[in-house]
């Protein structure tokens, strides 16, 4: 039993800093926060260590959605060193973001463990088939719209974050590349909501968790310390290589490999449920 469990350690040691490295490079390439990568790995590992299933999606989310605060902080810095930033998309965003935050982490602290899949599930395939599609084919229109539609997409963009445990970066990307938004300065854009969805989220995942029977050790509410702090390191250290990447190579052969992990995981929780 010793040999067994020191063999799951190193695994789930392994697999954390590998998942945090992605996290990274995914970051500064897309913008997004990584929750696409970490929260399907917390997902197995979690569950190998025997999490009870109504605690395991939102500790797996709340996890995600901490390790995002440092790694958002980090992309967002690169990409406004490089000016690709467009401050006036975050200050449209920045409230109605918080509120479908909020939202989102009230619903999380009500809703069953099909629910966070569910959602999982949907948005992933949707952003999927959109990377696929390319982005010259679905167009909303050549601007931006107005504030009321623009608070309509942060909204969603917060409450969809807050429930799956990502930074939003990739829901902001989509919506600005459908309105023919240059696709360097959606990027860099997008990494800034990551801080707006991210901080309120890990505050309000430990808080919805307080105390909530069945939680592993050294966990802060629904926020596990110990993946925090296996995730967190090689996620940082990675980023400026992603921010690199995103302003020197075409996108598209990106576009298609992220989508087809998209994909896999998505069919990975079809099958969970």
Known sequence: MGALALSHTAWLAAA???AG???GILAGLFGVGGGTVIVPVLYEVFQLYGVPDDVLMPLCVGTSLA????TSISSFA???RKGAVDIRVLRMWAVPIV??????VYGASVAKPIVFKSVFIIVCMFLAIRLLAGKDTWQLGKVLPGTTVMAGYGVVIGSSASLMGIGGGLVANVVLTLYRFPIHAAIATASGVGLFVSIPSALGYVFAGWNHPGLPPL??????LIGFALLTPLSVM???YGVALAHQMPKRQMEI???LYLILISVRFVASL
């Open 67 to 70: 390790v995002i605060v440092p």
């Open 16 to 18: 954390l800093a590998g």
């Open 238 to 240: 990675t980023v400026r």
């Open 21 to 23: 490295a992605c996290t």
């Open 99 to 104: 509120v479908g935050v909020l939202g989102g």
């Open 219 to 224: 966990s802060l509410g629904y926020v596990s």
């Open 257 to 259: 490999a992220l989508s």
């Open 78 to 80: 690169g990409h406004y």
